[in-house]
């Protein structure tokens, strides 16, 4: 896996926890630290990334078929009430 430069701003809230882990010593840059912050966030969003695939998946299905891939009948009636 190659790597691409990208170039971002972001509040400077975030960027003295970034300062703050370089200087604790725990990263040795900016860059070390917000490449595990990005992989750590990432991490914690997979169950919702493979929510988004499978609801993709079904999304290509169903416009390859023409018609819905699965049916909830009577699905909305047994939600429970919010």
Known sequence: MGKKLVTLK???EVL??????????LFSSRSEAVKWLIRAGA????????????????LE???STGSP????????????SC
């Open 69 to 80: 891939a699965f049916w909830l009948r009577g699905g909305v009636e047994r939600l429970p």
């Open 61 to 63: 299905l169903e416009r």
């Open 16 to 25: 003295d926890l970034v300062d703050s882990l370089v200087g604790l010593g």
């Open 43 to 58: 991490a914690g969003l997979e169950p919702l990334a493979r929510v988004a695939r499978g609801v993709n998946k079904l």
């Open 10 to 12: 972001m509040d400077s």
